[in-house]
């Protein structure tokens, strides 16, 4: 008796037999070639194991959120340069997580570490270590700049999903929208970051 309303909540799709997972590899080619609907489907793949990773790294959820939406930008990006030889795509994804989260410790850790230093040793700091660091806060603003030229639907909707984790259907819940319509919101919002970002 209970069993088919439990059916009925279930998203459009689901079986209870077992189904294979999505091939991330061959969606990461297709998103290489511009296709929005297999970002949508590689980001239900790879968005919670990235925001873990880089959550353990980080360990501040700010931040962690922040490092996380760079990455997905950065997939969407640069999934050309994928190369299925070299290993599969979500240790493609992955990597770009940690590097992107070490950098991140490495210029929290630098900029501490100049602070501590203002005062007590005088001289050249070393040019790349501040044009790094110059270049790492440059690119957070852009981010930040691309995100402000959302509506406010849209930054909800990225916010839930690209920064808190949430699954589409777990985000159009907690929003009380239709599944679609927040797809729509990301798809419309992931064209605005492109655009904004220079990405052609």
């Not at 991330?24 to 980001?43: C, H, N, P, T, W």
């Not at 070393?126 to 270049?135: P, R």
């Not at 402000?148 to 907690?174: D, H, K, N, P």
Request: aromatic fraction near 6%; include cysteine.
């Amino acid at each position: 008796m209970d069993e088919e309303p439990q059916r009925a909540e279930r998203p459009p799709g689901w079986s209870a037999d077992p189904q294979p997972a999505p091939d991330a590899r061959a969606l990461l080619a297709e998103v290489a070639k511009g296709d929005e609907a297999a970002f949508d489907q590689l980001y239900e793949v790879i968005a919670r194991p990235v925001f873990g990773l880089v959550r353990r790294l980080l360990r501040n959820a700010a931040q962690s959120e922040e490092v996380t939406q760079e990455v997905l930008v950065e997939v969407w990006r640069t999934a050309t340069h994928y190369r299925p030889d070299k290993g599969s795509a979500m240790t493609w994804v992955l990597t770009l997580a940690h590097r992107r989260a070490v950098d991140r410790v490495r210029s929290e850790q630098s900029a501490a570490d100049r602070e501590a230093k203002v005062g007590s040793r005088s001289g050249a700091r070393a040019f790349d270590e501040v044009s790094e660091s110059v270049l790492g806060r440059l690119e957070q603003l852009q981010v930040r700049r691309c995100m402000s030229t959302l509506t406010e639907l849209q930054r909800e909707s990225v916010l839930l999903t690209y920064y808190r984790g949430y699954t589409y259907r777990e985000a159009a819940e907690l929003v009380g929208s239709p599944m679609a319509t927040v797809k729509t919101r990301l798809r419309d919002a992931l064209i605005r970051l492109r655009d904004c970002l220079g990405v052609g």
